[in-house]
Nanobody, 121 residues
Framework: QVQLVESGGGLVQPGGSLRLSCAAS????????MGWYRQTPGKQRELVAT???????NYADSVKGRFTISRDNAKNTVHLQMNSLKPEDTAVYYC???????????????WGQGTQVTVSS
């Protein structure tokens, strides 16, 4: 079992920066593929960034070059550094951990509770 808790959300002006954190307990995040997703009322939850246990990253086109996902193994925490923020980045951001379990042919997946990010002047 894995418990995920996000923090670091808040209000920031366009062009500003914000750093989100996802702290885990119950397991080591280094063995999971980590992801950040976001959701706005009336829209589907969308992928923002992923980070595999081997260090490979993937970003949505809308955030590429502005956001960076990283992992701190010593603190068992994953971060999302967000720079050059735009109003359209406003959303609730969720932390995700997942891995494929071959013996059961299924996903082992967990979600955090979410943290609000608002970009406005």
């Amino acid at each position: 079992q894995v418990q995920l808790v996000e923090s670091g959300g808040g209000l920031v002006q366009p062009g500003g920066s914000l750093r989100l954190s996802c702290a885990a307990s119950g397991s080591l995040l280094s063995i999971y593929t980590m992801g950040w997703y976001r959701q706005t009322p009336g829209k589907q939850r969308e992928l923002v960034a992923t980070l595999t246990s081997s260090g490979s990253t993937n970003y949505a086109d809308s955030v590429k070059g502005r956001f960076t996902i990283s992992r701190d193994n010593a603190k068992n925490t994953v971060h999302l550094q967000m720079n050059s923020l735009k109003p359209e980045d406003t959303a609730v951001y969720y932390c995700n951990a997942r891995r494929w379990v071959a013996p059961s042919n299924s996903w082992d997946q967990y979600w955090g509770q979410g943290t609000q990010v608002t970009v406005s002047s």
